[in-house]
């Protein structure tokens, strides 16, 4: 099996970007037939290497040779000539055109009279059905078919230029478990036919699934190539984060579990909580001092409910009651007022503001909470940056530098220090360890910590189970856009305990199957 | 010391070469020397006494650079939202047909000015409101004003070049227009104090933070409680405002309205200033004082067009010219190709010492 | 999942997603109908053949305008600079006949003037990251102050040499009367194979369908390996070609040229291509439906005239009509979006 001729070697790779060595020296190899896994944390520089090998970064240094032809990639057109087709997490196809169309695009079949649009279709047809979609109609338009359909619709125009390496970056992480098992299906259909395929996912149990072969990174840097079978989970978490097994199972024990004295009022307490098309009416109680974690897959509805209880997006159902009085949350601003916070899970889109200052990046919302014509004195505003920057460890600690150049660890805790300073009463953090590095990681989990302990009402939500079972006291699990459960967090319940509530529960009958 | 005196007076000179201030100081510096060189009493200021002011060549200069810095102070709130309002020469147009109708209809000065001005916030809160409420794309909004206040501008005097200049009472509004405050242009003076009224205004309070908030990133804006629609809204109906107030200086000069010249082509002169001054056209970050510099020079460049004896009909296609020339010189592109070479350059450096 | 999400699928909202897709070209076409019937009962000769004749022949230069803006409008750009470019195009063409040029070269010329236009405004989007609006209001400003410093008069075809052969009447069907004859002239016919180049062009050609692609999503479009960036030169080439065919066939209907013809006639064309049905945002539209939103445009001239309005108004109407026309669009979609 190892004798095969590689189809892509990539050797030495190397990208810059200003002030930072995004990849340094990295190799990989992709054999023909093999499902071949990147591995490594957020920021290890895996979506940079796929970039590369797409022709949408170039390279500064190392060589690119694929079926034995060495690339100079100037574009996504050239690697896609020389046989190399990407099927993104948010999947790269255009909404507007129908399922057929965009099969085809750019190689439709074409007549005396240009596009020969039944020849197109027929073809569209006949790849379709490859993927196991021949029950949809090319016509269809691609708006109107599910995310995981839409998913198998690219790998059909992969399969449509010829590729011969077919690249899979994070496919499957808004799907759910059957939808997986349909996408490996094919993977494994295609595998089959000879294309090699590179894919990226952050569950382990896929990766152990599915794959053959594994390339780790960490911090830019090549760590090793493993056959998978050979490798037990420990020893590739260990390469990946850079410590050994029994190291991690000291990372932290589980917080004791803060118990709610009967007769105690909660902050919030919300009553079929809803916006239709996004997420089903929720009852949720969150009290002072107590850490609520919402748990679930992408997709579930976690980071829904933490926008409605925010006011982000305007519920269409549901009662809101805070501190024991009706109120009605319709916008961020309003939210704010009554001292609600909300740190977003989208942080470049939606948290920081990049080219003003950390110092205005910190002042912005509480700024806007006093109203646009009523500043805040310069002296206040200086101790407020001070104050925060400090307790949230910002480095570099200039206030005066564009948040946009930090790193997003930093950033994160510029943000944390934001809602902060708004003196919040309930504060919901929505995968605010996303993407950052480890240290970073811990200090916030910390801060979360300290924060439920000084009377703060936390929600945290949190793709990463082990996360929210540590520190939460109490966790909601959302599975499909329903609440379908909600866990006292003691020492009995585990990752596993959620793992099997998600997987066992029955949205529709919300009763176990 | 003295080595780290030299770095220090590096970065300031460096600092200097990087702005864009220093650059249109040079560029205003030069147009006054072309200037001077083929009109040699140029620079030379006499005292009128007739008029009770300064006059020569740069105070006309002046006087014309009034409509443009009120023009340009609008269109750079309005671009630093990511935004871009074409439609200040029509309300230049609307807001003088307004009042030189009035005022030969025997209204008073005072009540036409307020009319004019009125109608002016009321275009601007129009445009806000679509592009707010409505979420319509800001070019298309203002474009649409744009023709559209051109054709109510006509409707407004019938489609007459509304003249006022023998009616009587109308020595305030001439005043705003030709009048002298110690010596120096009535209309300089007072665009100048409300240029600085609008910087005080956004930089002593939260608005100016907040209007570069929105420009920036709209949705992480509205999520730290700023209300992006508000302040939308606010940009346009300033802008409409002040294009109000330009629309009177550049009708009062004559006490004439020219339905279809009065501001036209006036936008392009906006965007041009605000891009001199070193906002993006992508929005965020902006500079009044790089604008006000911006619109001064565009004053400056008109007149150096006429002192060169060219034909005023180059002035659009030179005006687009640099724009475009601007524009490029922003692009990514010319600042990777520079950087490019700069390290083409550092790399032949290091293998010349290797080689040595 | 199979059968899941098949079932899900299974009732694809086509019909209905085409009819919400159809509703602003619906109501463009029971405005035309409206202001047909409306202008025929007022003053009785709205529909007679002669009427209809005059209608295509004194507006094709907009339909081939409203052909040329529906490109850059697909692709969620737009082209301001259109009416410059007639306006120069004409200043240009109508000086070189009189230098004594055949008109046919000329004509050519013309055409090369608005080509150079187009790949200006294309590279200032293309290699230096403009906003289209900005670009083609650049090349807007440009053209026509070139075109002033050519001749601000208005200039008139020498003896024996213009445009005429394009303007002649060919008249298809002859009475008695003249108002009832139905006739077409060249002028009508190039704006005709303009509009079938256009629609071949959308399509049935890859070109075309790159177009719709970068109305979708232009960075789909790249990752899916379509040529973007020759497709954008391709777009702007086009608008501004057809811009200065356009200006051919108008010189040739008003034998005259001046350096104002043409102002705010990129609005005539927007506001063809929107009230057609193309969404101003980009990724759907069609351009029969531009064809139609300018014989509305077309027919508010008469009407206006046989109502008496002042020219001024039309600006007002038309700014008003895409108003409404653009919010219906968003209404439209945004109903859309909640389904």
Redo the contacts between chains.
């Keep these: 099996m190892t004798e095969k001729t590689p189809i892509v070697v990539m050797k030495g790779i190397t990208i810059e970007f200003p002030g930072v060595k995004a990849l340094d020296g990295v190799d990989l190899t992709l054999y023909p037939g093999e499902v071949h896994a990147l591995m490594g944390e957020n920021g290890a520089g895996k979506s940079t290497m796929i970039k590369a090998l797409?022709g949408?970064y170039k390279i500064n240094s190392g060589s690119i040779v694929v079926d034995g032809k060495p690339q100079q990639f100037n574009g996504?057109?050239d690697?896609?000539?020389a046989g190399i087709a990407?099927v993104?997490q948010e999947v790269?196809?255009?909404?507007?055109?129908s399922v057929g169309?965009n099969v085809m695009?750019?190689h439709?079949k074409r007549g005396p009279?240009?596009?020969d649009w039944k020849k197109t279709h027929e073809a569209a047809k006949i790849y379709l059905a490859q993927m196991?979609l021949e029950?949809?109609?090319p016509?269809?338009?691609l708006s109107?078919?599910?995310i995981?359909?839409q998913q198998l619709v690219a790998i059909a125009?992969a399969m449509v230029?010829n590729a011969k390496v077919l690249i899979l970056d994070e496919p499957t992480s808004s799907l759910?478990a059957?939808?997986v098992?349909?996408l490996f299906k094919i993977m494994r259909k295609v595998r089959d036919s000879g294309v090699a395929i590179l894919f990226v996912s952050h569950f382990l149990d896929q990766i152990y699934e599915i794959t053959d072969r594994l390339t780790i990174l960490r911090n830019g840097k090549f760590i090793k190539e493993v056959m998978t079978k050979d490798t037990p989970r420990d020893e590739l978490i260990g390469m990946m984060i850079g410590k050994s097994a029994a190291e991690l199972s000291q990372i932290g024990a589980k917080k004791a579990r803060r118990e709610i004295a009967p007769g105690e009022k909660p902050i919030v307490n919300v009553k079929g909580l809803g916006k239709r098309?996004t997420i089903n009416p929720v009852d949720v109680d969150i009290y002072a001092g107590e850490v609520v974690g919402f748990a679930g897959l992408l997709g579930s509805g976690r980071t829904e409910l933490g926008r409605l209880l925010y006011g982000?997006d305007k519920p269409d159902s549901g009662t809101y009651e805070l501190n024991g009085k009706k109120v009605n949350i319709s916008?961020?601003?309003t939210?704010?007022?009554n001292k609600i916070a909300?740190s977003?899970e989208n942080r470049r889109?939606?948290?920081?503001?990049?080219?003003?200052s950390v110092r205005?990046n910190i002042l912005?919302?509480l700024?806007?909470?006093?109203g646009?014509?009523?500043?805040?004195p310069k002296k206040e505003a200086d101790a407020i940056v001070d104050k925060y920057m400090k307790e949230m460890n910002v480095r570099p600690a200039d206030p005066d530098r564009p948040i946009k150049n930090l790193s997003g660890g930093n950033q994160q805790k510029v943000l944390i220090g934001?809602w902060l300073a708004t003196h919040p009463e309930l504060l919901i953090l929505d995968e605010p360890t996303r993407g950052i590095d480890i240290g970073a990681k811990a200090e916030i989990q910390q801060v979360v910590l300290d924060l439920a302990a000084k009377g703060m009402g936390v929600v945290f939500i949190s793709s990463e189970l082990e996360e929210v079972v540590r520190l939460s006291d109490d966790i909601e699990v959302l599975k499909d856009r329903h609440k379908i459960a909600e866990i006292e967090n003691d020492d009995t319940v585990s990752q596993a305990t959620i793992v099997e509530t998600i997987a066992n529960t029955n949205v529709n009958t919300g009763k176990e199957a | 010391m003295a080595e780290k005196a030299k770095a220090q007076g590096n970065t300031l000179v460096k600092k200097l070469l990087g702005s864009n201030l220093t650059w249109s100081i040079v560029a205003f510096i030069l147009l006054v020397i072309v200037c001077t060189i083929f009109q040699h009493d140029f620079l030379a200021l006499s005292w009128n006494t007739t008029t009770g002011g300064l006059a020569g060549p740069l105070i006309t200069m002046l006087q014309e650079s009034a409509r443009y810095l009120m023009i340009a102070t609008g269109m750079t709130l309005v671009i630093s939202t990511a935004g871009i309002d074409l439609s200040v020469g029509s309300v230049m147009a609307v807001s003088g047909a307004a009042a030189m109708q009035t005022l030969s209809n025997g209204v008073n000065v005072w009540v036409a000015i307020l009319i004019a001005l009125a109608l002016g916030i009321v275009i601007g809160c129009i445009n806000g409101a679509l592009v707010s409420l409505l979420g319509l794309q800001p070019f298309i909004t203002t474009l649409i004003m744009m023709l559209a206040g051109r054709g109510f501008a006509k409707v407004i005097t019938s489609g007459e070049n509304a003249d006022a200049s023998a009616v009587a009472g109308i020595e305030p509004l001439k005043w705003f227009a030709n009048g002298y405050i110690l010596g120096i242009p009535a209309n300089f003076v007072i665009a100048v104090v409300i240029v600085a009224l609008v910087g005080l205004l956004c930089r002593k309070t939260a608005m100016g933070m907040m209007i570069e908030a929105v420009g920036i990133n709209q949705e992480a804006s509205r999520m730290t409680g700023i209300k992006p629609k508000q302040i939308l809204f606010l940009v346009y109906a300033i802008s409409g405002f002040l294009a109000a107030i330009a629309g009177l200086f550049a009708t009062a000069s004559v006490m004439r309205v020219d339905v279809s010249k009065t501001g036209q082509d006036l936008e392009m002169y906006a965007i041009l200033a605000v891009v001199i001054g070193g906002t993006s056209l992508l929005g965020g970050k902006f500079s009044l004082l790089g604008s006000s510099i911006g619109a001064v020079i565009i004053a400056m460049i008109r007149k150096t067009i006429i002192t060169l004896g060219v034909s005023a009909e180059a002035t659009p296609a030179f005006f687009a010219i640099v724009v475009i020339v601007i524009c490029v010189m922003q692009a990514p592109k010319i600042h990777n190709l520079s950087a490019d070479m700069k390290r083409k350059r550092a790399l032949k450096a290091q293998a010349k010492a290797v080689a040595a | 999942m199979t059968t899941a999400t098949a079932n899900k699928v299974k009732a694809p909202k086509k019909g209905f997603k085409l009819d919400r897709q159809m509703i602003p070209t619906l109501a463009a076409v029971v405005i035309f109908i409206l202001m047909m019937a409306m202008g025929q009962a007022m003053f009785g000769t709205y529909l007679r053949l002669g009427f209809i004749s005059d209608l295509f022949i004194d507006h094709a230069y907009l339909i081939i305008l409203a052909v040329a803006m529906t490109l850059p409008i697909l692709t969620g750009g737009i082209d301001l600079s259109v009416g410059a470019i007639v306006a120069i195009t004409a200043v240009v063409g109508m000086k070189l006949i009189n230098a004594g040029m055949p008109a046919i070269v000329a004509m050519i010329v013309m055409l090369l003037l608005g080509a150079v236009f187009g790949l200006l405004a294309g590279a200032l989007i293309e290699e230096f990251n403009m906003q289209p609006f900005i670009a083609t209001l650049s090349t807007m400003f440009l053209a026509r102050g070139i075109a002033s410093m050519i001749s601000t008069d208005s200039l008139t075809f020498p003896e024996g040499n213009n445009f005429d052969f394009i303007a002649e009447k060919i008249k298809l069907i002859d009475q008695p009367k003249a108002a009832h004859d139905l006739s077409i002239n060249l002028g009508v016919i190039i704006a005709l194979v303009v509009v079938v180049f256009g629609y071949i062009l959308l399509h049935h050609t890859r070109t075309g369908r790159t177009i719709y692609a970068i109305g979708g999503s232009r960075s789909s479009a790249e990752l899916m390996g379509l040529p973007v960036k020759r497709t954008q030169y391709v777009i702007y080439l086009t608008s501004a070609t057809l811009a200065a065919l356009a200006s051919i066939v108008y010189m040739a209907n008003i034998g005259s040229a001046k350096n104002t013809v043409g102002v705010g006639w990129e609005l005539d064309a927007i506001a063809s291509v929107v009230i057609g049905g193309t969404i101003i945002t980009g990724g759907f539209g069609y351009v029969l439906g531009s064809v139609l939103g300018a014989l509305v445009r077309s027919v508010l001239d008469p009407l206006a005239t046989s109502f008496g309005v002042p020219a001024e108004w039309t600006t007002i109407v038309i700014g008003l009509m895409i108003l409404i026309f653009v919010v219906l669009q968003r209404a439209v979609m945004a109903v859309g979006d909640k389904k």
């Design positions: 797409t949408v996504t057109l690697a896609q000539n990407t993104y790269n196809l255009c909404t507007n055109l169309e695009l750019g439709e009279f240009g596009i196991g029950h949809i109609d016509h269809t338009p109107s078919i599910s995981a359909m125009r230029i759910d059957n939808e098992q349909d098309g982000a916008d961020p601003h939210a704010l007022k909300y977003t889109d939606e948290g920081i503001i990049g080219d003003l205005q912005i919302a700024q806007a909470t006093r646009m014509f009523k500043p805040i934001r």
